[in-house]
């Protein structure tokens, strides 16, 4: 699933102004309203941390899985994923800072720290996977950031949040079709084409409800594909920050259930 690496690498790091997005199109109004359906961003820039696991499941058999925590008023990631049979990488960062170029933060494959290109290496690939797998959690509370273009069109026999983006993110040329329930506004799916020129389209299913200190944002855990594919999202709001996590490098992934 690393071909689903989707594009919007700074904008995780990053919110737009909750109190005054603008609204210059009818594209821009639906994309507020999916907004407001999860929570809106005043509530989603109150929540101090966010912890979350990823996971892709076919014929009922977990594939993959990785862990992320992330102190958002810290700017600290710590992301978790397995380097093969017995073997976890764990890295420690600083999203909004992040330069795949020269990569900075501290790594290690099961406890054992790294040095070098294969630290190098390694956080680049703990950034681009955070990216992956925070997007398909959180993409209703990003479709108002910057670089994001929006428009209305027709896909799949119906008008979709068409998303395209301005030279931003890791794979920019991708483009996404945010389905939206015309009642409630909530998002219900998405199909996409990467520029790898792999697609696929997914309903979003089993919405999780979030306390932050300005409200509730609604997510959901679950992703299922037109062919039964299942992408699994699972997330913990944290109202505070367990040190531990940026410190002890040991793998936790597995040891406690989200």
């Known amino acids: 699933m690393r071909t689903l690496l989707l594009s ?10 909750p109190s005054s997005p603008r609204l ?23 929540l101090p941390g966010l912890a979350f696991e990823w996971a892709v499941v ?16 810290g700017d600290r990631v710590r992301s978790e994923w397995p380097g093969g049979d017995d073997s976890m990488f764990v890295a420690v960062y600083q ?12 790594v290690a494959l099961n406890g054992v720290a790294l040095v070098g290109p294969e630290a190098a290496e390694r956080l680049a690939e703990a950034n681009s996977r955070f990216v992956n797998d925070g997007y398909w959690l959180l993409a209703p509370l990003k479709v108002l950031d910057p670089g994001v273009r929006r428009a209305v069109e027709a896909r799949d026999g119906a008008d979709r949040l068409a998303l395209s983006f301005d030279g931003v993110g890791l794979t920019p040329g991708d483009r996404y079709w945010i389905e939206v329930d015309d ?9 996409f084409l990467l520029e790898s020129g792999n697609e696929g389209r997914f309903q979003w299913v089993e919405p999780v409800t979030l306390d932050t200190p300005e ?6 855990r679950m992703k299922v594909s037109d062919d039964g594919g299942v992408i699994l999202t699972e997330p913990t709001a ?17 040891r406690s259930a989200l």
């Not at 919007?8 to 102004?17: K, M, S």
């Open 238 to 254: 944290l109202s505070e920050i367990d040190e531990t996590e940026f410190t002890d490098l040991t793998p936790r992934l597995g």
């Open 183 to 191: 009642v409630s506004g909530t998002m219900t799916g998405w199909s």
């Open 215 to 220: 409200g509730t944002i609604t997510l959901t």
């Open 24 to 46: 210059d199109t009818p594209a821009d109004s639906l994309a507020f309203r999916v907004t407001e359906s999860a929570g809106g961003l005043q509530a989603w820039d109150a």
């Open 58 to 73: 076919r014929d009922s058999v977990e594939v993959v899985r990785t862990r992320h925590v992330w102190d958002k008023a």
């Open 95 to 106: 999203p909004s800072r992040f330069d795949a170029d020269a990569p900075e933060g501290d």
């Open 8 to 17: 919007l690498g700074v904008l995780l790091a990053g919110c737009t102004d």
